[in-house]
């Protein structure tokens, strides 16, 4: 289903958030009176969209559930495009094409993915839609994700492993994986969360355009590849059913014009520093600056950064670059004293 009107996509819209004063603030918004938005909800129960509970000022609402299925498949011989065309694309017929597009895509790479990747037995894909977005989740009972790149990088952490993966250009099996189907589908998608191994890796859209917002939610006790895991991975996203967002475009963001490569990438530098330290040694900025020079252009995105270490900005922005001149750097959202180490450091650059 998708919610054309303006009116009756705001009262949805708020549903997500507080069911609070709803038809007081949809007639503020709309300058319209409380009774003629009283009515609109009244007739969102009526279609079943909206199920309230509760009498007079007790009275709430909530997103009803329109399509909700779950089913299991043994991985052994599996087909992602089987899980697409039986558990998913049914629920999506009445969405537009380029949305069911980036649905297509997102679920045959990262089903694609448990299957050649997670070591598991089963994977689970469970399809909720309400009047105003889809979510689906996809999970298995492998060694999860992120255990699985610290192995296959020898890294000590298991927190590197999400920088990997924030990067691009990542795959255990390079022979028959190009590494760029999770990091499309993280940027396609509204939402998109990977849990695995006590982390969680949020990327969302930001508030600023074409920003993102990549967090690191949580940590296991012991975040190193010896430590206990907790087994499977799980993905979750969501997009509204309205969404203008297409495929090419995203593919279009990360290449150089009139070429169709993935050479640009985009890296939330914060995903370097684990809580409780700075990002002022060169190891933490060669964790960072790994397999860059395989892209031609890096942002690097310092928000959440609130300042970074000479020998640090030193091997990010001299070091590396001079060893890299083909790859281009370019930090933004900066704080006044990390763009004073930025620039000290290109000015060293440039003067030798």
């Not at 279609?47 to 329109?66: C, D, F, H, P």
């Not at 031609?296 to 640090?312: M, S, T």
């Not at 001079?322 to 180490?341: D, Q």
Request: proline share 3%; with cysteine; aromatic share 8%.
């Amino acid at each position: 289903m998708v919610i054309d009107d303006p009116i009756d996509r705001f009262l949805l819209e708020s549903l997500r958030s507080d069911s609070d004063r709803l038809t007081a603030r949809a007639a503020a918004h709309f300058h319209i009176t409380r009774q003629a938005a009283a009515r609109r909800v009244a007739k969102l129960c009526e279609q079943g969209v909206i199920l309230a509970s509760g009498v007079g000022r007790g009275r709430r609402y909530k997103l009803a559930t329109l399509t909700a299925n779950a089913k299991t498949y043994p991985l052994r011989g599996l087909s992602e495009d089987t899980v697409w065309s039986e558990s998913v694309a049914p629920r999506l017929r009445e969405l537009s094409g380029n949305v069911r597009s980036i649905w297509q895509y997102a679920v045959t790479e990262l089903v694609n993915n448990a299957i050649d990747h997670s070591g598991g037995d089963t994977v689970t894909i469970d399809v909720h839609q309400t009047a105003i977005d889809t979510s689906v989740t996809i999970e298995d009972d492998g060694i999860g994700i992120f255990k699985k790149i610290a192995d296959a990088l020898h890294l000590p952490d298991l927190r590197q492993a999400i920088l990997e993966l924030a990067k691009g250009k990542f795959t255990t099996d390079p022979a028959r994986h190009s590494g760029e189907g999770l990091f499309f589908s993280s940027k396609a998608l509204g939402y998109f969360s990977l849990a695995a191994n006590g982390l969680v890796f949020v990327h969302l859209d930001g508030a600023e355009g074409d920003s993102t917002a990549e967090v690191l939610l949580s940590e296991p006790a012991q975040a190193s590849s010896n430590a206990p895991v907790t087994c499977g991975t799980k993905v979750s996203m969501s997009m509204a059913n309205s969404s203008s967002r297409v495929l090419q475009a995203i593919f279009d963001k990360f290449a150089e014009p009139d070429e169709f490569t993935f050479t640009k990438t985009l890296v939330p530098v914060k995903l370097a520093q684990y809580e409780g330290d700075l990002l002022v040694s060169r190891s933490q900025a060669k964790r960072l600056t790994s397999r860059l020079e395989n892209f031609r252009h890096v942002i690097l995105d310092f928000d959440g950064v609130e300042e970074i270490g000479q020998a640090f900005a030193d091997e990010v922005f001299r070091v590396f670059q001079a060893r890299y001149p083909a790859t281009a750097l370019a930090p933004i959202r900066m704080t006044r004293a990390v763009e004073k180490m930025v620039r000290r450091a290109q000015g060293h650059m440039t003067a030798a």
